[in-house]
């Protein structure tokens, strides 16, 4: 962003070795997450063709539908990219904005596999992201996981993330370390 190199969020957490086993992160699934991603955009807005929707894909659409039924959000972000130029890292925010059956403005990152520990610290990176967005000191952190049977999970993780926020900036150094020397 304006000649200033970023790291981004995954890439300081692979960096560390913080995703554990990604063998099962192939060509397909990314290609997958892509598409997800892509029709529950296009499912907020109204605008997904369900004629031309690849079948494989039904199954999240319906989760995500489900979704959007019960919990009601309103977004102020969707597929947004977001920068810190001070620590030097960037993401794209899934949504973030209000669930009618949660308490608290959030940050919510869409999966279309299951969970895995370093999504915390994935939405701790992007909880600092948002805050002047959703103007909030108390930003929640939800992971939705969507399926491919038409289920979906929301985690709602704890407010205080000390601890993932820690974990990722000690991430950050280590990729910018490894950018610069490496």
Not at 14 to 27: H, N, Q, V
Not at 29 to 58: F, K, Y
Not at 98 to 110: E, H, I, M, N
Request: aromatic share 10%; charged share 20%; hydrophobic share 40%.
């Amino acid at each position: 962003q304006d000649g200033v190199a970023l790291v981004s969020v995954t890439q300081a957490i692979r960096a560390a070795g913080l995703m554990g086993d990604t063998s099962f992160y192939t060509a397909d699934s990314a290609t997958r997450g892509t598409a997800v991603h892509l029709m529950t955009e296009q499912i907020d807005q109204g605008t997904l063709d369900e004629e031309t929707l690849n079948p494989a894909l039904r199954g999240y659409g319906d989760a995500y539908r489900e979704f959007v039924a019960y919990h009601r959000p309103v977004w102020t972000l969707t597929e947004a990219m977001r920068a810190d130029l001070a620590l030097g890292y960037a993401g794209t925010i899934d949504r973030a904005g209000t669930l009618a059956t949660y308490p608290r403005a959030g940050v919510l990152d869409v999966k279309s596999g299951g969970p895995a520990p370093w999504h915390r610290l994935q939405l701790s990176a992007y909880r600092r992201l948002v805050a002047a967005d959703l103007s909030s000191p108390l930003i929640a952190r939800y992971t939705l996981y969507l399926s491919a049977t038409g289920t979906y999970r929301i985690d709602a993780l704890p407010l205080d993330d000390r601890e993932d926020w820690q974990t990722f900036q000690a991430a950050l150094a280590v990729a910018s370390w490894q950018r610069r020397y490496l």
